[in-house]
Each structure stands twice: as structure tokens, then as C-alpha cells.
T-cell receptor, first 115, second 114 residues
Framework: SAVISQKPSRDICQRGTSLTIQCQVD?????MFWYRQQPGQSLTLIAT?????????ESGFVIDKFPISRPNLTFSTLTVSNMSPEDSSIYLC????????????FGPGTRLTVT | GEDVEQSLFLSVREGDSSVINCTYT??????LYWYKQEPGAGLQLLTY?????DMKQDQRLTVLLNKKDKHLSLRIADTQTGDSAIYFC??????????????FGKGTLLTVNP
């Protein structure tokens, strides 16, 4: 399986500010994904990030609000811009196993609280 | 459309079997997954099944898939207190490089009582 780390693990931010979340994988992967888990809710896919191309966003999510970078095959960042309390969630990075694409693994998540 | 549903709560006694159920609506699902989330932790992939299979067993875990009824279940044998967690059912649709988007249920909180 892939080992995924995220930074920061948690943060408390003021409304109107931005936070960049980092995701690091211990092996090269083609596809990286960013999910959001709102309090007491399930996971929702925000976007898919492939190296060398622009991220693909799901319905309801836009690049201006959630810009994503994917500079290489082991790293990605998600920025939550101009935050409001509604952005308080856990943000999770996910990758497909490069040797077994059916297997998808998740990072530990970043718990964001916006005050 | 994509919709995955699970019951929200399940309580069992230690040593009993747990059965967590899930239904999905998209008949073109490729893979179906079970993830475990412990308090304050990320998601752990427990097991998954390809849509042309009807059963998969892995140690204490048994996955049953009824494709006709679009019903998936996870059975945990000899449930332990360490199994207490939220269990998410998820489906992916597509093939090859496109079967990446997972649609999750809301999760089932399993409580194991000593």
C-alpha cells in the first residue's frame, strides 16, 4: 500500500484567510484526489489532480476556491481560499495504488476549523 | 444517479458477528469498497470486491455482493472492541484509468460492547 502524509494535521483559521494543505506520498502515483468530509458527514470528492495537467473539479467545487498544485508524482497541495465557517471540515488526500489501481488509499486528513 | 446508503448505527456484543449493510443505485459500479475510520483518524481500506464477484473472504471479514439487488454487506466475525469505528461503503464506476471516483455512504457507526 501507499503511505500518505498530510500537513498540517489540524489548524484553526480565521474567516477570510487561506490555508494550504500538503500531501506527500512515498511512491510515484499518477492520480491524486482531494476529498472533504464535513462534520458528521460522508466524504465528497473535490477534485482529481494529475501531474502535468490542470486539476479536474467536481460539481460544486471551483478552482478559485480550491486551487490545487501537482508539481510532481509524489506531492500535491490543496488551498482553501477565503475561508468561512462552512469550510470547517476534514480534508483528505487519496491516491490509487500504482501497482493495483483498484486500491485507493487515504491520508490521515487535515482537520480544519474556521472561526 | 449515484447514491450509496447505509444504516447509521449498529451495536453488538464482543464475540458476536457484525453485519453492516449497504445499498447502491448505480448498476455500472465497477468496484465496491469497505473503509474503516477510527475516531480522529483517516480512512483505512479494509477490503473491496469487483462487481462480477459475489463473495470475498479475508480473515474475519466476509463481503457479500448481490448485484441484482445492488446490496453489499460486510460481516465481521468474532467482533472485538477494537472493531468499534465508522465503516464506510463506497462504489467506483468506470474502467481502467477512469474508475477513480468513489461515492461514499454516510457511514455506519459500529459500537462493540464488552
Amino acid at each position: 500500500s501507499a503511505v500518505i502524509s498530510q500537513k498540517p494535521s489540524r489548524d484553526i483559521c480565521q474567516r477570510g484567510t487561506s490555508l494550504t494543505i500538503q500531501c506527500q506520498v512515498d511512491s510515484q502515483v499518477t492520480m491524486m484526489f482531494w476529498y472533504r468530509q464535513q462534520p458528521g458527514q460522508s466524504l465528497t470528492l473535490i477534485a482529481t489532480a494529475n501531474q502535468g495537467s490542470e486539476a479536474t473539479y467536481e460539481s460544486g467545487f471551483v478552482i478559485d476556491k480550491f486551487p490545487i498544485s501537482r508539481p510532481n508524482l509524489t506531492f500535491s497541495t490543496l488551498t482553501v481560499s477565503n475561508m468561512s465557517p462552512e469550510d470547517s471540515s476534514i480534508y483528505l488526500c487519496s491516491v490509487s495504488n500504482p501497482r493495483q489501481a483498484d486500491e485507493q488509499y487515504f491520508g490521515p486528513g487535515t482537520r480544519l476549523t474556521v472561526t | 444517479g449515484e447514491d450509496v446508503e447505509q444504516s447509521l448505527f449498529l451495536s453488538v456484543r464482543e464475540g458476536d458477528s457484525s453485519v453492516i449493510n449497504c445499498t447502491y443505485t448505480d448498476s455500472s459500479s465497477t468496484y465496491l469498497y469497505w473503509y474503516k475510520q477510527e475516531p480522529g483518524a483517516g480512512l483505512q481500506l479494509l477490503t473491496y470486491i469487483f462487481s462480477n464477484m459475489d463473495m470475498k473472504q479475508d480473515q474475519r471479514l466476509t463481503v457479500l455482493l448481490n448485484k441484482k439487488d445492488k446490496h453489499l454487506s460486510l460481516r465481521i466475525a468474532d467482533t472485538q472492541t477494537g472493531d468499534s469505528a465508522i465503516y464506510f461503503c463506497a462504489e467506483s464506476i468506470g474502467s481502467g484509468g477512469s474508475n477513480y471516483k468513489l461515492t461514499f455512504g454516510k457511514g455506519t457507526l459500529l459500537t462493540v460492547n464488552p
